[in-house]
Structures are given as C-alpha cells and as structure tokens.
C-alpha cells in the first residue's frame, strides 16, 4: 500500500513529503485513515537522532487517532467505521512475563515501536502517524469514545498514558497528595489526572506566571521550587512527586518533600541523571523510580476515564507543512500544551 506521509531523510534533514510502502494487511490488522497526530517531543528527538539509534528515512507520530477504513478477517474488535487510537507501540513479544501482565511496554524482548521499530514478523521498518494511513494488530489498537474531542484525544496515546500509568501504579485516589514538577505536555496531563482521580494536586515550578494556569489545569497548590522558604513549607506532604522535566536537573531539592515511603518517579528525564542524596530516602524510606508509557489495557483504562470525565489535552492545531517551524517551537517550550496535525491538510502536500 503506498501511503504519503512526512519524513526526516537525515537528522539535519527537515521534513518533508514522502511516499512509501505500508506492510501487506495481515488476519488481525485494523487499517486506520489517520484524522490527528499529535507532536512528542521525542518525534524531535528521533527525527534529528538525538538519542543515537535513528533509521532513516523516518516517519514520526505516536499519538494517532483516526477511523477505521477496514478489518482483516479475524478481526473481532473493531468495524469500519469505528473511532480507533494508536500510541507508542504496535506490537511485543506477547509471551514474555510483562506481556502476560499487561505490560507490553517492558515486554522483555522489547516493544515493537509505531516508528523507527522493527516488525517482528518481516522486519520491515515501521513508519508513525504522520501519514494517511496506518495498520496494526487488533490487539495494539484502542477504542476512542464517540464523546472525545478527536483533537484533544491524540495526546492522550502518550501524553496522558505516560503520566496516568504511575497515578495508577502508586494507587493514587482520594486521600494521596500528589506533586508535579514541570508543566509542559506531560505536566498539564499530570495535573489533569491526578485532580481527576481526587488527590490534592501541587505543581513545583521555577516560573511564577505560571500559577493562573496550574490551577485551572487541576493544581491545588503551587510552590516555587526556587523559594526556599516554599519548599521548606512542603517538607514530608507528597505521596506522589510525578518529575515531567526532559532534561538533566537537580531532584534533591525535591526528594524531602515526599512522606514516609513516598516516591519521585521519573517520566521526562531519558538518560543520565544528576547525582542525589541519599539521606533523605534513608531517613524517609523514600524512593526514586522510573515509568514508561503503559500497556494497551492501562491505555484503554486511561481513555475510559478521559471519556468519562470529559478530559483531553490542551492543543494547538497545525498543519503538516509547519511541523518544523512547530519543532523549532517546540524546543523553546513556546505551545499550550500540545501540537497536533490535522492529517486533512497532508492532501495538500
């Protein structure tokens, strides 16, 4: 199938138009005409290889949401016609001992991914939602619920599961008192949830004007991570401190302001992290971890919930031909919270 999409040839390549082969359709695919796309800011990092393991030529986007145009014939879960979502991965082992968890994102031979993966039946490259069209097995693809926002929702495939898979995991609910650092893509979602799941939400910041927003976003509380004096006030307060920040900074201010077994888990930072501490987990039994994505029945969970409690991501629409003007934005943090592509603008490339 030759499918038109938009694509990084190099990494100081920008992108552009670029028409390829998807795989042959097999049994247990859904073939989906893409509507939205949203912009990760790891679609930037893998686009300029950032990160070392780029293939090129690549086709970013793992935020997918769009309609599904057909079915092969063991397909159960899904009609054409159907609203369907796509996220970060379109496929894993299956048998491994996180797969069988549902966990396919720590799938032990690792998951496939919906760009710059590999497929694990012909090896062929994968290529992401920047395009007209996409297919994966029934089992890696979502229901969206007919209320959404389609715009709002594309987020959601990695955005709002990368933030609600640890608010689930750590048991947030009525009684946890939750802490944000960073209010950006996965910050804004972070604070959505969390208020949504009935914790007392904080957001720590090094940016005063920021507070009108947090709090109309779901924080409860707002704290300067700069002011000493704030943080001081915080001590012992958090369950949850849910780090967003992309980039290397220093946590240890951060790590008193959890409870007695409270945990700072990671979900921003891919890479080396600053020295810490120690004595404040020591003498708190507080702990650092990390979380990445979620699995497909978490996802579908987490897309439940947003459906039920009217809660999508905050976007600014952009067509395809601005995706680099909208990554050199992106890299000044200058976006509300999330681009995403309309794909009806792709017919005019």
Same mark, same amino acid.
């Given at each position: 199938?030759?499918?038109?999409?938009?694509?990084?040839?190099?990494?100081?390549?920008?992108?552009?138009?670029?028409?390829?082969?998807?795989?042959?359709?097999?049994?247990?695919?859904?073939?989906?005409?893409?509507?939205?796309?949203?912009?990760?800011?790891?679609?930037?990092?893998?686009?300029?290889?950032?990160?070392?393991?780029?293939? @090129?030529?690549?086709?970013?986007?793992?935020?997918?949401?769009?309609?599904?145009?057909?079915?092969?014939? =063991?397909?159960?879960?899904?009609?054409?016609?159907?609203?369907?979502?796509?996220?970060?991965?379109?496929?894993?082992?299956?048998?491994?001992?996180?797969?069988?968890?549902?966990?396919?994102? @720590?799938?032990?031979?690792?998951?496939?991914?919906? @760009?710059?993966?590999?497929?694990?039946?012909?090896?062929?490259?994968?290529?992401?939602? @920047?395009?007209?069209?996409?297919?994966?097995?029934?089992?890696?693809?979502?229901?969206?619920?007919?209320?959404?926002?389609?715009?709002?929702?594309?987020?959601?495939?990695?955005?709002?599961?990368?933030?609600?898979?640890?608010?689930?995991?750590?048991? $947030?609910?009525?009684?946890?008192?939750?802490?944000? $650092?960073?209010?950006?893509?996965?910050? +804004?979602?972070?604070?959505?949830?969390? +208020?949504?799941?009935?914790?007392?939400? /904080?957001?720590?910041?090094?940016?005063?004007?920021?507070?009108?927003?947090?709090?109309?976003?779901?924080?409860?509380?707002?704290?300067?991570?700069?002011?000493?004096?704030?943080?001081?006030?915080? +001590?012992?307060?958090?369950?949850?401190?849910?780090? /967003?920040?992309?980039?290397?900074?220093?946590?240890?201010?951060?790590?008193?302001?959890?409870?007695?077994?409270?945990?700072?888990?990671?979900?921003?930072?891919?890479?080396?992290?600053?020295?810490?501490?120690?004595?404040?987990?020591?003498?708190?039994?507080?702990?650092?971890?990390?979380?990445?994505?979620?699995?497909?029945?978490?996802?579908?969970?987490?897309?439940?919930?947003?459906?039920?409690?009217?809660?999508?991501?905050?976007?600014?629409?952009?067509?395809?031909?601005?995706?680099?003007?909208?990554?050199?934005?992106?890299?000044?943090?200058?976006?509300?919270?999330?681009?995403? $592509?309309?794909?009806?603008?792709? =017919?005019?490339?």
């Amino acid at each position: 199938m030759k499918v038109l999409g938009y694509a990084a040839q190099t990494p100081s390549a920008p992108l552009a138009p670029f028409l390829f082969d998807r795989r042959a359709p097999r049994p247990d695919d859904v073939t989906i005409e893409i509507l939205y796309c949203g912009v990760c800011h790891s679609d930037l990092h893998q686009a300029r290889n950032d990160w070392g393991f780029s293939e @090129y030529p690549i086709v970013p986007g793992h935020e997918i949401v769009g309609r599904v145009i057909a079915v092969g014939d =063991s397909v159960t879960k899904f009609k054409p016609g159907d609203l369907a979502a796509i996220g970060c991965m379109v496929d894993s082992c299956r048998v491994c001992a996180p797969c069988n968890e549902g966990l396919e994102q @720590y799938c032990e031979e690792g998951n496939i991914q919906t @760009y710059n993966g590999r497929d694990r039946h012909d090896h062929t490259q994968t290529f992401g939602g @920047y395009s007209q069209v996409i297919l994966a097995s029934q089992d890696f693809v979502l229901h969206l619920p007919e209320n959404m926002d389609l715009k709002g929702a594309a987020p959601l495939l990695c955005a709002g599961i990368t933030t609600w898979s640890p608010l689930r995991h750590w048991k $947030i609910g009525a009684e946890s008192k939750v802490a944000v $650092i960073g209010l950006g893509g996965l910050g +804004h979602m972070a604070l959505k949830l969390a +208020h949504a799941l009935g914790a007392e939400v /904080t957001l720590f910041t090094r940016s005063p004007g920021k507070e009108a927003d947090a709090r109309r976003l779901g924080a409860h509380n707002v704290v300067l991570s700069t002011d000493s004096a704030q943080m001081q006030s915080v +001590h012992n307060q958090f369950d949850l401190i849910i780090d /967003t920040v992309p980039y290397e900074h220093d946590i240890n201010p951060y790590l008193p302001t959890l409870t007695l077994d409270g945990t700072l888990v990671f979900v921003g930072l891919l890479g080396d992290s600053p020295t810490f501490n120690t004595m404040p987990m020591i003498t708190g039994r507080r702990s650092i971890a990390g979380s990445c994505i979620g699995g497909i029945a978490e996802t579908q969970e987490m897309l439940d919930f947003c459906g039920q409690h009217g809660i999508v991501s905050d976007v600014e629409v952009i067509k395809i031909q601005d995706i680099n003007a909208a990554y050199e934005r992106l890299l000044k943090s200058d976006v509300k919270y999330r681009f995403v $592509i309309d794909m009806a603008s792709l =017919s005019a490339a």
